[in-house]
């Protein structure tokens, strides 16, 4: 396994802490005029805040200092968050100089946190630290890309040795074995995901590449599809058919035609079955592939022609 050589990271004690309105001046508004302080306004109650909170602790200390972090209990500052107009929570709002520069309301996914925390550095003039664990996830993407799924593999067995939380390495993990043909291990992998990052985009992904996979082992050959689509037109379960064996094939964009030319002839079909699967292969994909972007045009204009 990798070696990711990452810095110790300030401890968390020396950065986080709970306060209170009595203590707000001090912890918030006096302290953020030498550093960004970041201010999680949460409740025992909310659930979205239990998600929230470490994964803004996580990214706080991954900073290293460039900004804190403070923790306040709505139920027991009414006053300060009546005067900040909190509406819902979690909201998070970041203090530099004593003033509000940044803020977001609900649970957003990790890298949205991390641009975030970035952001509120590069506001105070401070430089976002390097992001050591992304770089290390960009290199496993290229592992998997030129088929070193083994490699590939162990790289993100080893950022999430680092960062159990990193959605990008889990979800690469999971993909990882999937092109090693370990189905399996994939979904189980899914199915233990934590559940801070289980709806992530990239763990969204990963499941409908691990569904996809699925399917690919039952395609039929492209070759007597085609021959059955051309015989009648109309056979929509070979159209359907030659779609996930087109896929299994490596031909995304000629699955995407096929389904839309499916749905065009009968978007009701089987349940609304190719629309379905159109957004199965569009989460599959990068979001900005052109195969996703131009089926996403084309499926649209059909739907509200």
């Not at 509000?100 to 990790?110: I, K, M, N, R, S």
């Not at 290199?139 to 162990?154: H, I, N, R, S, W």
């Not at 763990?203 to 051309?230: F, I, K, S, T, Y």
């Not at 015989?231 to 359907?240: L, S």
């Amino acid at each position: 396994m990798m070696d990711l050589n990452l810095s110790a990271a300030t401890p968390a004690a020396d950065l986080i802490k709970d306060t209170t309105e009595a203590t707000f001046m001090q912890d918030v508004v006096e302290a953020s005029q030498t550093t960004p302080v970041i201010v999680d306004f949460w409740a025992p109650w909310c659930g979205p805040c239990k998600t929230l909170g470490p994964q803004l602790e996580a990214a706080v200390v991954a900073a290293k200092g460039a900004v804190n972090m403070v923790k306040i209990n709505v139920d027991e500052a009414q006053g300060i968050a009546g005067q900040l107009q909190i509406q819902s929570i979690p909201t998070v709002y970041a203090f530099w100089k004593g003033q509000p520069v940044d803020g977001f309301q609900g649970a957003v996914p990790q890298s949205e946190i991390t641009d975030f925390v970035n952001r509120v550095i590069k506001a105070a003039g401070g430089e976002a630290p390097a992001d050591t664990l992304n770089d290390a996830v960009e290199a496993a993407e290229e592992m998997l890309t030129d088929g070193q799924a083994e490699d590939a593999a162990q790289t993100f067995a080893a950022i999430l040795g680092e960062d159990p939380l990193h959605a990008g390495a889990y979800g690469g993990m999971v993909r990882a074995h999937i092109a090693l043909g370990d189905l399996d291990q994939a979904e189980g992998l899914l199915n233990g995901a934590p559940i801070e990052i289980s709806k992530s985009p990239e763990l969204e992904a990963a499941h409908a590449q691990l569904e996809l996979a699925r399917q690919a082992a039952d395609a039929g050959p492209v070759a007597d599809l085609q021959a059955a689509v051309e015989a009648d037109e109309n056979d929509h379960q070979a159209r359907f058919d030659l779609a996930q064996a087109l896929y299994a094939n490596g031909d995304a964009e000629g699955a995407v035609t096929e389904l839309l030319d499916l749905f065009r002839r009968d978007r009701e079909w089987n349940e609304g079955a190719a629309k379905t699967q159109l957004f199965t292969i569009f989460d599959a994909l990068k979001a900005n592939d052109p195969v996703v972007l131009n089926g996403r045009r084309k499926l649209s204009s059909m739907i509200f022609a």
